[in-house]
């Protein structure tokens, strides 16, 4: 009964946090004016919510468009404690959980100005799941029945089943989008519509221009709900080259950066103009195990079918030098299937300590021996040998395998690096092509990804878990999590799933990256948001005295 | 002269139906597909990949995919680029003319600069000023252009902030600015990635022209020209050059492939939407209509630069006569 639970502590937070954002308005005083230019290495594939899927595509449709409501900082997933409104000013729960009603901001407008009502709410549920549109992230409003306008600003949200993180899967995936400017399009052909391309929102900022692969132009919206953004635009400046992409901001021509990689610090200006910002992520990178034979998916792996050299191999890997090799400082061993910056993580967990004796101990009583002295350990007459596949798109990745290679040959463990490019690297993985890989993955703020990614493969789960390891008591425990509705139990049960993951080894958990944007120092910005950097920046600003030619242009805009 | 055309013509058509069938032939064999990455998250379910690849005709089997695809072919319909949410022609629409634009300003810069580097190694022959610079193109020539460009972008665009270090234009107001004060900009956001393609160009030319030059100076009219009193400049400016820069031109038609082929990465460092960095995008994406598209693209190119140049140097090359004494 998460509504009951719920309902009087989020009715208690919303109002605070309403006083709090009018006390914040009203303090928020500073500069405005200028353009920000962010330095991106990918371009955007589609900038409407339904059709975005890359990270970049994200970050221009959350300008573009506001959501009914937003997750807040500390990234609780469960019931709507945290939450911020945004489009919908209000919220409340019928008895059963069963339905949420939103209640409109009435002064949301779209950028060509006709207001925001609970029809475009409507239109945006039937976007995502009508399948003749072919949504990739429909799944995530399953438990969505229908949605209900008793009158234009009121948008009554129904659902077919309670769980703990409907209202996140809710507003987190489903975007209001303007009725009256797509509903003529026949949905077959919404994603091939050119509207789609100069999308109008609802957001902070709107569409000005987009040059593919070269640079995509925002303006600020003069006239949204909450008060105009602090900054006259943003443009986002494309080199697919990551040396230029740092050389951008080092050089001054562009004022952020997402992510500075560990070569970018060296570069870093000595009068500081350009500072690191480090925060939170969700990326964990790992070596995942296939535990059934490549070529007869039915029979198991003939060397990791058995948990003993999963965990001897484990136990063979300096983790610790592996992320100082690859990161430097800018990284740290991963605990298990999880980031620490998930609300479920937890340090205290046990690893499969380092331990080269205790591993060649322990392949040694597997009856893996080196007989001929060549250095690889063999087993009636089978080399201790397997491929490692390597997508070249990451160098990290690349580095990562190659000192992994040089690690485990210590223990008489020959590993073969099959480097091969991204798309052909995830076709591997997804047929199950591959003896081991290294993988790496962000996740999202709710934990239920998990369950894709290590669960059991079969109906509901196990969807990404390629290297098909199977284990009854993480399959319950994610199960059990996922449906308990106080976040003590959630993390209860999730410390007994994920210490089972760490123990069967299916993977060898290798490193987190520590993330630092880069920031120019004419550039004010506030904590970045783990799961979404861009999420704060209406409010950011650049500094007067440090404006730039470049900056005229969003003067002169609307 | 009409049966000359048709004859090339039919020889172009053939060369770019043979080409396409091959890209599309190679594109099926390689691994993963459009969506693989679009679609590569734990919350999409294996329909909606069906449904993506139905979408786009990538359920059919290829044989039948090919037939469709060479009907849509030969109507001169591109298809559509599903990495890109547009279709094909769009997509070359947009980004052609930027790459003629970087490849044109590179063939014309280093074909001036490497003539004039091989009269000026040809005038000092066997002293120190060919020596250095046969050794400069000897570099020009061996170094990777990728690498020239780094550095470019880091010395020239990024430390010492004389170029832009990439992009096709300023950000701000410009494109409120007169026409001039654009072409101005557009040059000076140009300047680094043809600048390197330039370098490269004008090394081979140089190399070839050189030796192309000595040959014709041993030649009996340079002879002649000498004995009525030419200086040695006019000697070969004006009758020297003529006879030797006619295989140079035709090295140029020769050279555009790989001139195209050396921009895929200097228009990735520079972040030069052009067609090399389309073609890189599609072939990762897995993106074959575009693939082909490009492809095609890029042959016609070779084959209309080789007619082109094969003319030119026609053109050019002085009629000696030939006849029997």
Redesign the interface.
Known sequence: MINSAVRPAAAAVVAVLIVLSAACRGADTGPSGG?L?VSVGADA??IFPP?G??TQDRVVSELLYDKLADIGPSLNTIGDIGFEPKLARSWEWSRDSLTITFHLDPRARWHDGRPVTSADVQYAFRVWTD?AV???????LSSIDSISAPDALTARVHFRERTPAQFYALVYTLVPLPAHRFAAIADTAL??APE??APIGSGPFRFVSW?????LELAANGAYYTGRPRLDGV?F?????G??VA??L????ADFLEQLAPPDFAQLPADGSVRAQPYGGFDYGFVQFNLRDAANPLAPHALFGERAMRRALTMAVNRTTLVRSVFDTLGRPAIGPFSRTQWTADTTLRGIPFDSAGAAHVLDSLGWRDANGDGVRERNGRPLAFSLLVPA?SRVRQTAAVLLQAQLKAVGVRVNIDQ?????W???A?RGAFDALVGAVRTSPSPR?VR??WGTPGPGRG??NWGQWSNATFDAQVDSALAATSTDAVRAHFRVAYQSAIDDAPAIWLYEPRLFAGVHRRLSVRALRPDAWWSGVASWSIDPAQR??????AA?TP | MARRLLRRFLHTAVICAVVATSVFVLMQFAPGDPFATALDGPDVPPSVRAEWRARYGLDLPPTERFVRWGIALARGQLGYAASRRQPVVDVVADALPRTLLLVGTALLLGFAAGVWIALLQTRHHRRWQDRVLGACTLVGVAVPEFLLALVAMTWLGARWHIFPVAGIGSLGDAAGWPLWERMIDLAWHLALPAGVLALAVASRVARHQRAALLGVMREDFIRTARAKGLGEWDVLRRHALPNAIGPVIALLGLALPSLVGGAVLVERIFGWPGMGQTLFDALLARDYPLVVAAVLVATLLAVVARTVTDAIANAVAPRRATGAM
């Open positions: 353009v230019v594939n589609s059709f899927v890359g399948s072919g949504v990739a992230q429909r799944v995530a994603r091939d789609v391309r040059t593919p692969r070269a640079r443009v400046v494309v080199a697919a080259q040396a230029t050389a951008r080092l050089a001054g021509e798109s091969v490019d991204f798309n052909a995830l076709d591997r997804q990804g894709d990614l969807a990404q730039l030619p470049r900056d005229r242009r002169t």
